[in-house]
């Protein structure tokens, strides 16, 4: 081959090298960009989700201000054991929200969710309550021996102090075993900061230390705010 014809040869190779790293620079730039869409798409869906929790514990908490002044109206309108909003705050992490009934997607949506077929927190047995890991109950890892977990409902506050957590397998149902004892179990996912679905469930135990009659200020002047 001649001077000529290899110069041309060369030609052609850097051609089609220029040609590749053109083409696969425009595929880059096109899955960069799809990327930082749908990015931006799940970043709006989750403050969406958030900004809806939070407006709908507003609702709840002013429904529970609304019922308890219906209670301290009297004697007239009493609430009713089964109507009656649960509301449970946790000084040691600045919990401070009101409980739904049912532990579904729906339910967790809105707040805590009370296991339906376990007693209501108070009452004797093993009540149990569920939530998200990234929305309601992200600081509950951080509760110890001794911490106090208080439960208002029906006019009441029932004082209940941790005695222990444990980290469990999705299918260990240990947890919800009856007792005679008022007992609160809290459970959620972990590892708390795993990406995608948590492979494991982290439980804290409770047991009641003491019930008594809700004041007036603290059935009146509740904190509106939820940790998420």
Avoid at 54 to 72: I, K, N, P, T, V
Wanted: hydrophobic share 35%.
């Amino acid at each position: 081959m001649n001077q000529k014809g290899a110069g041309n040869s060369q030609l052609h190779v850097e051609w089609h090298k220029l040609l590749r790293r053109t083409r696969e620079g425009a595929i880059k730039q096109r899955v960069s960009g799809a990327l930082i869409v749908l990015g931006a798409v799940l970043l709006g869906y989750v403050g969406s989700e958030y900004a809806a929790m939070y407006r709908e514990q507003q609702a709840l908490h002013r429904q529970w201000l609304e019922q308890q002044s219906s209670s301290l109206a009297g004697a007239l309108c009493p609430v009713s054991r089964h109507d009656g909003l649960t509301r449970v705050s946790i000084p040691k992490i600045d919990l401070d929200v009101i409980v739904v009934e049912g532990t579904n997607h729906k339910a967790l949506r809105l707040g805590p969710g009370h296991l339906k077929g376990t007693p209501s927190p108070g009452e004797a047995g093993n009540s149990v309550i569920s939530a998200h890991r990234d929305t309601f109950f992200r600081h509950i890892y951080e509760l110890k021996d001794g911490d106090q977990i208080q439960v208002r409902r029906d006019g009441h506050t029932y004082t209940f102090q941790v005695t222990g957590k444990k980290i469990v397998m999705p299918n260990d149902v240990s947890v919800l075993k009856k007792t005679s004892d008022a007992r609160l179990t809290l459970i959620t996912c972990y590892p708390i900061y795993y990406i995608g679905p948590a492979p494991k469930r982290l439980v804290v135990f409770s047991k009641l230390i003491n019930t008594s009659k809700a004041s007036e200020r603290a059935q009146t002047t509740p904190r509106t705010r939820h940790h998420s």
